[in-house]
């Protein structure tokens, strides 16, 4: 089975739970902290993931990063379950589709917008505004920073990018200057 | 095809009895006797002996001798004694009469002449009609040759101009061939000429096109490393509002795009 097909009924069930329990936004803000350990961190994915390692040892692992982030009884269930099925590979996808549901429960629309370099909050909140303005929703930014894009901002926002960054235009300087043969 | 095998086959039989009469005969006649039957007769010398000579010392009485002298005396003349007239038709007499021969001779040439007519003639016809086709094929064998015979002597007359023909028809050929072998090689040479300048065009536009390339890619290069080094804060703000000035002109295409592809 896909791992997005089995990401996705993980976090329609978790949203559920969540908005039973009424603590979807702090079970999203746990599940996307828990998401942002499991990526940055290899020697975290090694040890889930080794077939080598002990299952007492995987949960025991998530166990104490649980307790350090301060995980809701809820999270810390849901994150061993996996661990038991085997599945705790599908932990960044289950943050991605809970977080989208939570959003689309709620009517927000998350802006991801990517900088050269970290710019003013004021900044953030006109932006936030214009994108509200065209999109006619409430819109959530995420506020990323990549040196590669040289200067300028790159905005995506469900299915599209709005990208004004330089290193774009210097691609697009490069395509039209390259002879089409 | 029964009658014709039934007719051969009393063919064969009365030639049998033909060579048996004609053997029978032949064994009368080494006995000696005559035609138309008779005793045999004896020969006189084996007979005709003088009494006297034929006395033995062993003989006892005159009369035998005499005796015997008689007989030899008569058996030397019957010896001598013309021989007897020819035996035409008397049946009563030893020997066959010489008539009943004659009708045993004719009633056997009539039996030849009745069953080996046909096959006879029919031989003769189909040894007549082989002859006919062998002298026919002969004829025609003969013309042959001979018409062979004036071909090849014509041939031999004109020898000369045909030897002349042909070696002019071998120069024309050759010339030919030659005109046929330069021209192939001009269309050929032509040929590579066209597709040396071809692939010489095509290198040089590849060349062209990598060095445009790696200019520009160069020159991109350059510029991004520049503005990296050069870019402040300032510069980040100002085109950061530049970007929401963009956002906020109804038509913005120019910077938008979907995931996945261009739009």
């Known amino acids: ?181 | 095809m029964n009658r014709r095998v039934a007719r051969v086959a009393m063919l064969v039989a009365m030639v049998a009895v033909t060579g048996w009469s004609v053997w029978a005969m032949a064994q009368g006649g080494m006995q000696g006797r005559g035609p138309g039957g008779g005793p045999p007769r004896r020969e006189a010398a084996a007979v005709a002996v003088p009494p006297a000579d034929r006395k033995e010392p062993g003989k006892e009485s005159a009369d035998e001798a005499r005796k015997e002298a008689m007989e030899a005396a008569r058996e030397a003349e019957e010896a001598n004694a013309p021989p007897d007239d020819i035996n035409w038709t008397d049946f009563g007499r030893e020997g066959t009469p010489y008539i009943a021969l004659c009708v045993n001779f004719g009633i056997l040439i009539a039996g030849f002449y009745y069953f080996g007519k046909k096959p006879v003639a029919v031989a003769l016809k189909a040894r007549r009609d082989t002859i006919a086709k062998e002298i026919e094929e002969a004829q025609r064998m003969r013309k042959e040759a001979e018409k062979r015979a004036k071909h090849y002597q014509a041939k031999l007359a004109h020898l000369e101009d045909e030897v002349k023909t042909t070696r002019e028809a071998l120069v024309r050929a050759g010339e030919a061939e030659r005109e046929r072998i330069v021209t192939e090689a001009e269309a050929k040479a032509e040929r590579m000429h066209r597709d040396a300048q071809f692939m010489v065009e095509q290198e040089l536009k590849q060349l062209r096109h990598d060095l445009q390339r790696d200019t520009v890619e160069a020159a991109i290069a350059a510029a991004e490393e520049l503005l990296k080094k050069r870019v402040t804060q300032a510069d980040q703000e100002r085109l950061a509002e530049d970007y929401l000035a963009d956002l906020a002109r109804p038509g913005m295409q120019s910077m938008t795009k979907s995931v996945g592809g261009t739009s």
């Open chain 1, 1 to 181: 089975m896909s791992v997005q097909i089995v990401a996705r009924r993980y976090a329609q069930a978790l949203l559920e739970l969540g908005v039973e329990a009424g603590t979807l936004e702090m079970l999203v803000e746990q599940f996307t902290t828990l998401a942002g350990a499991w990526d940055t961190s290899h020697d975290l994915r090694n040890a889930l993931e080794n077939p080598l390692v002990a299952h007492e040892a995987k949960r025991a692992v998530m166990d104490e990063l649980c307790t350090q982030l301060g995980a809701s009884p809820l999270t810390r269930n849901a994150v061993k379950m996996l661990i038991d099925r085997r599945r705790i590979q599908v932990l960044p996808y289950v943050a991605q589709y809970l977080r989208e549901l939570a959003d689309k429960r709620r009517g927000v629309l998350r802006a991801e917008v990517t900088t050269a370099a970290p710019l003013s909050d004021a900044y953030y909140a006109r932006l936030q505004a214009q994108l509200e303005k065209m999109t006619g929703q409430k819109v959530v930014v995420d506020r990323r920073t990549d040196p590669t894009l040289v200067a300028g901002v790159v905005t995506r926002i469900g299915d599209r990018i709005l990208d004004g960054s330089l290193r774009t235009r210097l691609t697009s300087l490069r395509d039209a200057l390259l002879p089409t043969n």
